[in-house]
């Protein structure tokens, strides 16, 4: 079991950055590839970014890339997201999750998964 807890969101111009961070617990930190998802109001839940148990893998949504920037460091059991160039499309609660089925981001049809979730944060960018 891994319990997921989000921090770093609020309120941004367009164009702007914010880091958001994603503290676990438990001792399995490192056996894990570690995601984001984002959910935005009446939108669907969708993928955003994921990374590998190491950091050697990442897999980005194509609508981040080149502006979102995915990190972990295993020994604070922690996961980064560097968000630069926000856009108003990017206004989204944030999801932290954990893979345990595919930690090293190695096949389609599992790199997307999510075991577990954090609470979420909320990411408002404004026009």
């Known amino acids: 079991q891994v319990q997921l807890v989000e921090s770093g969101g609020g309120l941004v111009q367009a164009g702007g950055s914010l880091r958001l961070s994603c503290a676990a617990s438990?001792?399995?930190?490192?056996?894990?590839?570690m995601g984001w998802f984002r959910q935005a109001p009446g939108k669907e839940r969708e993928f955003v970014v994921a990374?590998?148990?190491?950091?050697?893998?990442?897999v980005y949504a194509d609508s981040v890339k080149g502006r979102f920037t995915i990190a972990r460091d295993n020994a604070k059991n922690t996961v980064y997201l560097q968000m630069n160039s926000l856009k108003p499309e990017d206004t989204a609660v944030y999801y932290c999750?954990?893979?345990?089925?595919?930690?090293?981001?190695?096949?389609?049809?599992?790199?997307?998964?999510?075991?577990?979730w954090g609470q979420g944060t909320q990411v408002t960018v404004s026009s």
């Open positions: 999750t954990a893979n345990r089925r595919d930690p090293s981001l190695l096949f389609t049809t599992t790199r997307y998964l999510a075991d577990y």
């Open positions: 438990g001792r399995t930190f490192s056996s894990y590839a």
């Open positions: 990374i590998s148990w190491n950091g050697g893998n990442t």
